[in-house]
């Protein structure tokens, strides 16, 4: 979960970051 919180705040602009 630790990847998709970072990446979700280094690229809060993608919202479809599920992969």
């Not at 919180?5 to 919202?15: A, G, H, L, Q, S």
Request: no cysteine; charged share 45%; glycine share 6%.
């Amino acid at each position: 979960e630790e990847f998709r919180e970072k990446y979700k705040r280094d690229n809060p602009n993608v919202k479809g970051v599920t992969a």
